[in-house]
């Protein structure tokens, strides 16, 4: 199984990014797949998710109404498109599949794989 997570750089407050999570070596379409970012000397968060089966979609309040997150069965891709960027959105991202329940989407050790993880930066 790996994930590939891609997209992060520097940008500016009020702009955009859009993340990418590749996937190979597991059935995609079978997996939910997972946002979390992790900001130094804080714990990993969970930023949003979607759904393998339906692909029904979940957020954080945090970045409700700002972020969007779809996927592409055919490519194994998930994206996350993150507009309105703010300095506290600042963070390493990780992408993550698994088939937690809805209960526990926002525990990290509900997910079973990762990826490497990518840098955002927001700042002016």
């Known amino acids: 199984v790996q994930l590939q997570a891609s997209g992060g750089g520097l940008v500016q407050p009020g702009g955009s990014l859009r993340l990418s999570c590749a996937a190979s070596?597991?059935?995609?379409?079978?997996?939910?797949i997972g946002w979390f970012r992790q900001a130094p000397g804080k714990e990993r968060e969970w930023v949003s998710c979607?759904?393998?089966?339906?692909?029904?979609?979940y957020y954080a309040d945090s970045v409700k109404g700002r972020f969007t997150i779809s996927r592409d069965n055919a490519k194994n891709t998930v994206y996350l498109q993150m507009n309105s960027l703010k300095p506290e959105d600042t963070a390493v991202y990780y992408c993550a599949a698994g088939s937690p329940i809805l209960s526990a989407i926002r525990d990290p050790h509900m997910w079973g794989y990762w990826g490497q993880g990518t840098q955002v930066t927001v700042s002016s």
């Open positions: 070596g597991f059935t995609f379409n079978r997996y939910a």
């Open positions: 979607i759904a393998g089966s339906d692909g029904s979609t």
